[in-house]
């Protein structure tokens, strides 16, 4: 059991009664959250104006609830903490990383759908781009080499929740009552609907916040910063900003998917030039599709299909910003030593 100060239990729940408590029978809908930089979903680039509109934070052909009973032949595992070992890799190694997000993370299902029977296996597999991809039959599924968090399960996850943050932080306050290990952490974030092994990368994520922006992110709470300034730069807070400087760089390469790589627009509005689209199919018809998946860029087209909301498993997520979120993290595990 980790000793907490009392100061740090009342300031993270501080922080929470500061933000409205959503108990539903329903994941959030995306379809009403789309970020914007003025009336834009993204940030255009010094003299550009904005590629189009967005109506909905992803494209889904079926059910998203369908990810959910897809099983990955060959998941990532990671059994060190990259963000304090320069040597630790996954298992097995990844592939491309060098590329970032001129790579991509194809699925290769391994029965084909018929015409009652989606899939339920799968294997993915790393390619240097989406040609190479599409000339090998796979459905890209984010950009980036494929990681701990690639699978679909982990999809419909970073589909059902407007930003994770948030519901790391009440775990935070959930196993703090319990005395908190590593262990349980990852299980608590486990509950949210991510597999193990991405939930074990998200903890190990929140650790690393807490020791580099603990600071920054109290003067931007504090000082009342919203996560995103207004157009035409929208600026990102201090604490947002702060934890990509330092943690996300390494989330990304290890995690291979996250919101933003899945072409989901989430937390705050992006660079226009760094905006993916990816249409998720649940259920691929090969033969319809002649073995392509159906992937584009920027600028991107509006959106018309609206997502599908998959029941909620009973934990229920607070709608914080992203920030508060990040403040939660930083004062309860900054006061820990997990390692």
């Known amino acids: 059991m980790h000793n907490i100060s009392f100061k740090h239990i009342i300031s993270v729940f501080t922080i929470f009664v500061s933000g409205k408590a959503q108990e539903t029978t329903e994941l959030p809908n995306l379809a009403t959250s789309v970020p914007t930089c003025g009336e834009c979903f993204c940030v255009p680039d010094d003299g550009q104006v904005c590629p189009g509109t967005r109506a909905n934070s992803f494209e889904i052909i079926g059910d ?13 595992t990671l059994d060190c903490n990259p963000y304090i070992d320069a040597q630790c890799e996954t298992a097995p190694p990844q592939e ?18 018929s015409i009652r029977l989606c899939p339920r296996t799968y294997k993915i597999q790393s390619y240097p781009n989406q040609l190479a991809a599409e000339s090998d039959g796979a459905v890209v599924t984010h950009v980036g080499s494929c990681g701990v968090c690639s699978t679909t399960r982990d999809l419909a996850t970073f589909m059902s929740s407007k930003d994770l943050t948030p519901a790391v932080s009440k775990c935070l306050v959930k196993v703090t009552l319990l005395g908190i290990t590593l262990e349980n952490l990852i299980e608590c974030v486990e509950e949210i609907g991510l597999t193990y092994e991405c939930a074990n990368l998200l903890s190990l994520n929140a650790i690393a916040l807490s020791r580099s922006c603990v600071a920054r992110c109290q003067n931007s709470i504090f000082g009342g910063q919203p996560n995103q300034g207004g157009s035409p730069n929208c600026e990102l807070s201090d604490c947002i900003t702060c934890a990509n400087d330092f943690t996300l760089p390494v989330f990304e390469s290890f995690a291979g998917r996250d919101a933003h790589r899945s072409g989901i627009l989430a937390g705050y ?5 760094e905006n993916v689209n990816i249409t998720h199919e649940v259920c691929p018809k090969f033969n319809e599709m002649g073995a392509a998946p159906t992937f584009t860029t920027s600028p991107l087209p509006a959106v018309t299909s609206m997502p599908s909301i998959a029941a909620s498993s009973g934990f229920d997520l607070y709608q914080l910003t992203i920030s508060h979120g990040l403040m939660g993290l930083t004062f309860i595990v900054g006061a820990l030593t997990l390692f």
């Open 269 to 273: 509005a992006y660079p226009c030039s």
């Open 64 to 76: 998203q609830l369908q990810f959910v009973t897809q099983e990955v032949a060959n998941p990532y």
């Open 96 to 113: 491309f990383i060098s590329l970032g997000t001129e790579a991509v993370c194809g699925i290769h299902y391994l029965v084909p759908a």
